[in-house]
């Protein structure tokens, strides 16, 4: 049995700024007492194959560290064709004895996060049904090693939808198995010598040395304050659950699917919504002056959790930004989720926005429309492309019925693509905390104001018109995306009857086009708008709205 695959996560609660808790999600789960499900067919939303162990044939994954070198019996009749390494979306490492170098793989493999390791393997047709022992050979930088152990019977071809039919291995965090500079070698290998005599020689190793694994080495972490809604209108009165169970199901997801050692992620207190809920991007606007005054860093997202009974407005579930990389951009790092009756029902849909928030944009699938799909989508019709896992879970995602998170189809899962994407964003967000100052890094001692940031004016306007308008701080976005327009807008700031400033804006959309930002840049001299009666903003139609500065929210910083 495997005793040991993967250890539990590890939790720590601190105190916050107007914050009740602090968890922080760096490892997986204890893979023991597992069955097993074909293929994940007809699976709900989010299921996939278990990864099963029971009755597998196997002697469980030891290892060797310190003893003395194990007895050599190449297997015969059995070639390796893929070593696959997958800490939520396959990346293979090793193909037919050969290793395959950093730039030929199609994804990055992150450090201090559990990992699968799987032997893909084919038989000859002469091929005796028998037992047979894969060795996973790691060497650390330390100049140590270890050995890990597989024995199970092998009578066909291995299978990718169940761990029962393949060799695996599993690499604890917790272990430091999952490090920098690393390296690894597979083996397959007789339990004696000439048993599988009158087969022929296959590819009994990979690669043919030891060689680099391939662990980044940069930190990736991804850090979110999930912000809960008290409900409080006519007959309405109702306050999201933010249970354990749903507070797990969520992060446990969220942290799965995202290429990062860890995901630290705080629960804000509730705060009241006192109006009827039409459009979830009202919260947006509010949620983002709530972030600026709560002096949160550029690389923090701020996610609001709205009890919804059935989990939608208007036929939508859930809302988001699609901000650039930009450290000023900060503001746009909010989306919003609506949490049903049961919280853990909205796991994925809160995977989907912050996918947004990390600059994903849809994907195609053939039974559900979204807006604006990337067409570098690499894989038809919105599907996986390639077997993913999940390192919590210890599901499998089959890559031919599971579909991109970022798709509107079910059953749904990371695919590379995304995986590929959100790792490029996340690594640039968290260099921020590691940089010096002086080299692109956060003061942490300035806090926000330890990067060159401006004062920013802007509006929330939804398609039914309401608008809410708030100061903040940042920069206007560094890249133009598929939500922005290419038509000039402009607002007027208005003292005394006469024009105090003329100031070019910029506009950005949500994901589902439902509500528009207007962005402007704000001199230093008029960034508490002081001396300002009223605003007015000129749409592409050269049209005037008018906005009283008493409906400007100005940030508390």
């Not at 044939?57 to 696959?84: D, R």
């Not at 979306?89 to 493999?109: D, H, M, N, Y």
């Not at 005599?197 to 999930?226: C, H, N, S, Y």
Request: a negative charge; proline letters at 7%; hydrophobic letters at 35%.
């Amino acid at each position: 049995m495997f005793d040991l695959m993967f250890l539990p996560k590890l939790t720590r609660v601190v105190p916050g700024f107007a914050l009740a808790s602090l968890a922080l999600y760096g490892c997986g789960s204890d893979i023991t007492d597992l069955t097993i499900d074909d293929a994940g067919m007809g699976a709900s939303e989010g299921d996939g194959d278990e990864a099963a162990t029971e009755d597998a044939g196997t002697e469980g994954t030891e290892g060797t560290e310190g003893t003395e070198p194990l007895e050599q019996y190449p297997a015969t009749g059995i070639s390796i064709t893929q070593v696959e390494a997958n800490q939520g979306t396959a990346i293979f490492v090793g193909e037919e004895g050969e290793w395959i170098p950093a730039q030929e793989r199609f994804g990055p493999l992150v450090k201090n996060r559990n990992t699968l390791i799987r032997v893909h393997y084919e038989l000859d047709p002469s091929f005796v049904p028998r037992e047979i022992e894969a060795r996973l050979i790691l060497g650390f930088p330390d100049g140590t090693g270890k050995t890990l152990r597989q024995v199970r019977e092998v009578s066909s071809a291995s299978a990718p939808n169940t761990l029962d039919e393949i060799f695996f291995f599993g690499l604890v965090a917790e272990s430091n198995e999952v490090v920098p500079g690393m390296t690894y070698k597979v083996e397959l290998h007789e339990l004696a010598a000439g048993a599988g005599g009158g087969e022929p020689e296959g590819i009994w190793q990979t690669p043919r040395e030891p060689d680099a694994l391939g662990i980044q080495p940069e930190p990736v972490e991804l850090k979110i304050v999930f912000v809960p809604y008290h409900h409080l209108y006519d007959n309405i009165d109702r306050t999201t659950d933010t249970s354990d169970a749903t507070m797990t199901a969520i992060t446990d997801y969220l942290y799965e699917q995202n290429p990062v050692e860890q995901v630290d992620w705080e629960l804000h207190e509730p705060v009241l919504f006192e109006l009827p809920m039409n459009n979830l991007g009202q919260l947006l606007g509010p949620l983002a002056a709530l972030r600026d005054n709560e002096l949160a860093f550029p690389n923090v997202y701020y996610h609001a959790l709205f009890p919804v009974p059935n989990g939608g407005v208007a036929g939508v579930a859930g809302i988001a930004s699609v901000p650039g990389p930009g450290k000023g951009e900060g503001d746009s790092r909010v989306s919003a989720t609506a949490v049903p009756n049961n919280g853990a029902n909205a796991r994925g849909t809160v995977v989907h926005e912050v996918g947004h928030n990390e600059g994903l944009n849809h994907v195609y699938c053939p039974f559900a429309n979204a807006a604006s799909p990337d067409p570098s989508y690499p894989y038809e019709n919105g599907l996986l492309g390639t077997w993913g896992f999940g390192i919590v879970s210890l599901q499998l995602y089959s890559p031919d019925n599971h579909y991109d998170y970022m798709s509107y189809c079910g059953p749904s899962w990371v695919s590379r693509w995304s995986w590929n994407k959100t790792f490029s964003r996340a690594r640039t967000l968290t260099s921020w905390d590691y940089e010096d100052a002086d080299n692109g890094g956060l003061d942490l001692a300035l806090g926000p104001a330890g990067y060159a940031e401006k004062d920013l004016l802007t509006a929330s306007i939804s398609n039914d018109g309401t608008e809410f308008w708030w100061t903040s701080h940042g920069t206007l976005p560094t890249n133009a995306d598929p939500y922005g327009d290419d038509y000039d807008h402009y607002v007027e700031l208005r003292g005394d009857g006469e024009v105090l400033a003329l100031l070019p804006s910029v506009v950005r959309y949500t994901n589902d086009y439902s509500t528009a930002w207007l962005i402007t840049e704000l001199p230093p001299e008029l960034a508490k708008l002081d001396g300002v009666d009223e605003i007015v903003r000129v749409d592409d139609d050269s049209e005037p709205h008018i906005i009283p500065r008493a409906q400007v929210q100005l940030s508390r910083r």
